[in-house]
């Protein structure tokens, strides 16, 4: 990739963000950043812990706070942001300082399948998958979408692929 911004992946829980980040970084010699993991490694707990002791606006903040200092700090790499995280205005406004915001579009098919039995992710955890999934994707989908510059649709492809189709739409801008 010739050009030196940071890549900024967004997208619904499960789609992909943090194994393609970790993919591109290997492959394209960047380094790579996950909000999440950089929250749960400042906090020294688990986001399920964050959510149940301090609630979900508090995770919020430490979200805000994360993306202030990725801004200031970070060249050159892939960034993955957790699923809520562009809900917030400020966010979307430091995400596109940040870089090239994409967003990995997957169908809801999909994250039923992968995100069935997770125990991770405190909003999933307890509530019928399809209909949760449902509910949210109603809320995020159109601002995924109007938050990025760049729309890749990931399911049944290869991250291969993926990167290929994030490059050319680099190159093309
Ligand atoms: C969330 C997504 C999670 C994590 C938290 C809340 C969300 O990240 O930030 O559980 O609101 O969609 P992933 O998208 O990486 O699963």
């Known amino acids: 990739m010739s050009d030196l911004h940071n890549l900024v992946l967004i997208g619904f829980m499960g789609c992909g963000k943090t194994s393609l980040g970790k993919w591109i970084s290997h492959n394209a010699s960047m380094s790579f950043y996950d909000t999440d993991e950089y ?10 812990e964050i959510f149940a002791t301090d609630g979900e606006s508090y995770f919020r903040d430490l979200e805000t706070e994360t993306l ?5 700090k970070f060249r050159y790499s892939v ?33 039923v399948k992968r995100l069935g039995n997770d125990t991770k992710r405190p909003l999933l955890v307890g509530s019928d998958i399809r209909s949760k999934i449902q509910e949210l994707m109603i809320q995020r989908e159109s601002i995924y979408e109007n938050t990025a510059q760049i729309i890749v649709d990931t399911d049944d492809r290869t991250f291969g692929q993926i990167y290929k189709e994030i490059e050319d739409a680099i190159l093309a801008r």
């Open 68 to 72: 202030k200092e990725m801004n200031e």
């Open 79 to 111: 960034i993955s942001v957790g699923g809520g995280l562009p809900l917030r205005e400020e966010n979307r406004e430091l995400l596109k300082n940040i870089g090239i915001v994409i967003y990995l579009r997957t169908t809801q098919d999909t994250l």
């Open 39 to 48: 929250i749960v490694s400042k906090q020294n707990r688990e986001i399920v």
